[in-house]
């Protein structure tokens, strides 16, 4: 399996909208970003589906400003 492959499954996540968020992304953005940001996304999903909810809807702020970049594409895609 190849590295985007894993990466696509890792997307698959436990709601619904943000597997369709996130199989966006990974379409339309993914492929444009640095390998320093590709690397930085893939930590990205490493947090919990709860806390990048609550990101999305503006109910927190993530803890690593440097998320903020995925956060704000993400909800260009609502």
Same mark, same amino acid.
Request: charge should be negative; proline fraction near 3%.
């Given at each position: 399996?190849?590295?985007?492959? @894993?990466?696509? =499954?890792?997307?698959?996540?436990?709601? @619904? /909208?943000?597997?369709? &968020?996130? /199989? @966006?992304?990974?379409? #339309?953005?993914?492929?444009? &970003?640095?390998?320093?940001?590709?690397? &930085?996304?893939?930590?990205? *999903?490493? /947090?919990?589906?709860?806390?990048?909810?609550? =990101?999305?809807?503006?109910?927190?702020?993530?803890g #690593?400003?440097?998320?903020?970049?995925?956060v #704000?594409? *993400? @909800?260009?895609?609502?």
């Open positions: 399996m190849s590295h985007r492959s @894993k990466l696509i =499954w890792r997307c698959r996540r436990g709601m @619904k /909208e943000m597997d369709i &968020l996130f /199989e @966006k992304f990974m379409s #339309n953005s993914y492929d444009n &970003l640095s390998k320093g940001e590709q690397v &930085l996304f893939e930590e990205f *999903l490493n /947090e919990t589906d709860s806390d990048i909810n609550d =990101w999305i809807l503006d109910r927190a702020i993530p #690593n400003s440097d998320y903020i970049p995925f #704000n594409y *993400l @909800k260009t895609c609502l």
